[in-house]
């Protein structure tokens, strides 16, 4: 079964940083491209972020966050990262890791709210 847990979410600043991870189970972590989405309040959920399985070499990020936002993997500890830096109170929103830009076989989400 499938399993992915989220976590690092916060509250944090305009301007500020969150590191947030993602541990999987149930599935060969390494072979998958894995996937950042996101749901802000009262939207629809928006893909961030993916990077390729194998050896992580392709990573690519939605416009909205690119540059600020780096995206990792560690396989060896089944986990995702996503660094968030510069953060905007258009960032706020439940994180998801997931296993398709769909969000599909996503965890349960982190909450990260950004606000002064």
């Known amino acids: 079964e499938v399993q992915l847990v989220e976590s690092g979410g916060g509250l944090v600043q305009p301007g500020g940083s969150l590191t947030l991870s993602c541990v999987a189970s149930?599935?060969?972590?390494?072979?998958?491209?894995m996937h950042w989405v996101r749901q802000g309040p009262g939207k629809g959920l928006e893909w961030v972020s993916h990077i390729s399985g194998g050896n992580g070499d392709t990573r690519y990020y939605a416009d909205s966050v690119k540059g600020r936002f780096t995206i990792w993997r560690d396989d060896a500890k089944n986990t995702l990262y996503l660094q968030l830096n510069s953060l905007k109170t258009e960032d706020t929103a439940m994180y998801y890791c997931a296993l398709d830009s769909l969000g599909g076989s996503r965890g349960q989400g982190t909450q990260v709210t950004v606000s002064s």
């Open positions: 149930g599935f060969p972590f390494s072979l998958y491209t």
